[in-house]
């Protein structure tokens, strides 16, 4: 595999560390997966709302008390 495709590979075991059980879901939080792909959390958010045909229903949810 060519080093710019390789270097975009996130490695497994950081993910699962950003795994988290909320409301007996398992989520990652917006802040944790934006840090994965390396851009701020308002640019990762805003790229999911220009794109909401891309993703599951059920890909992004907000929290409420």
């Given at each position: 595999m060519e080093?710019?495709?390789q270097s975009l590979i996130v490695p497994e075991e950081k993910?699962?560390?950003r795994i988290v059980m909320l409301r007996d879901e398992k989520v990652i939080l917006d802040l944790h997966l934006?840090?994965?792909y390396g851009v701020e959390t308002s640019a990762l958010k805003q790229a999911v709302?220009?794109?909401m045909e891309r993703f599951p229903e059920d890909?992004?949810?907000g929290l409420t008390a």
């Open positions: 080093k710019s495709k993910i699962i560390k934006a840090e994965l709302r220009r794109n890909f992004m949810f």
